[in-house]
């Protein structure tokens, strides 16, 4: 049963929690990835979900971008939390490809810079920042779990701490100042900031066309309109047969979003 409940997106249950407490040795250690898409792979989950350590985390999302990634590739790993998206994307992009890897929380990002050095990814750019649609500073809440953090102009998450300051950056403002190169494949996972990243890269997704992987947090109304208003097709991104999930709510609450280019290429 453990398996099925270690998932950042299962939520704040006893079953849960009492998952998390099982497997948490497996929290703060560097160990060898068994199962995934990264299977054999160095990482340590940093504290966060055990389901990163063991390769259990999303299926559905690990298939979809092993599926979309392809050599040469760039990938925005917006939301990369202690890197598990990020070391996948490495690997399927290859030494050609550039992974850019946005996370704002300062110790998820100490996570992230020691998996992206333990996995030898690189390929790999870690920008510490939030990805909103302006430049500046922005407060972040930390929460009881690192994967729940969220910005300060949302409800605030469970277990909510003192809110600190971080720096935010747009998608669009790092592409005009050539921070960054225009990507292939983006995917958002921003505990319900989705509209303000995709507001602030709409320059970037309208030249680049790039498919995008959103997990959207009360704004699926919004986020398929917006996305729909620039062109693309928007569908729910359903768990794989195979999936280990036992939440129904954590499959449907990821969208994929493609372009007829984007489509056809798949």
Not at 213 to 242: K, M, N, W
Request: aromatic share 6%; hydrophobic share 40%.
């Amino acid at each position: 049963m453990a398996l099925g409940l270690v998932s950042p997106r299962f939520g704040d249950t006893r079953g849960a929690a009492l998952a998390r407490k099982l497997l948490s040795p497996l929290r703060r250690r560097d160990v060898i990835i068994p199962f995934g898409a990264c299977s054999g792979t160095p990482f340590n989950a940093g504290g966060s979900a055990p389901s990163f350590a063991l390769g259990t985390s999303e299926p559905h999302v690990q298939a979809t971008l092993h599926d979309l990634l392809q050599p040469g590739h760039v990938f925005y790993d917006i939301g990369a939390n202690v890197g598990f998206h990020t070391v996948l994307g490495s690997q399927r992009v290859g030494s050609e490809g550039r992974v850019y890897s946005f996370e704002p929380l300062p110790g998820n990002v100490e996570a992230l810079r020691h998996n992206v050095r333990i996995s030898s990814s690189l390929n790999v750019s870690v920008m510490p920042c939030a990805i909103t649609d302006r430049v500046g500073t922005a407060m972040l809440a930390p929460a009881r779990e690192p994967f729940w953090a969220r910005l300060n102009s949302l409800p605030p998450p469970p277990g909510a701490r003192a809110a600190i300051p971080v720096r935010c950056w747009s998608i669009d403002k790092l592409v005009r100042y050539g921070q960054i190169r225009l990507p292939h494949v983006v995917k958002i996972d921003v505990e319900g900031a989705e509209l303000s990243v995709l507001r602030g890269m709409a320059d970037t997704l309208a030249e680049a066309r790039p498919a995008i992987i959103c997990e959207v947090h009360g704004t699926g109304e919004e986020t398929h309109d917006f996305l729909t208003s620039a062109g693309y097709t928007v569908q729910s991104l359903a768990r794989r047969p195979h999936s280990r999930s036992r939440s129904r709510h954590d499959a449907s609450r990821h969208v994929l979003a493609l372009t007829a280019t984007t489509a056809s290429a798949r």
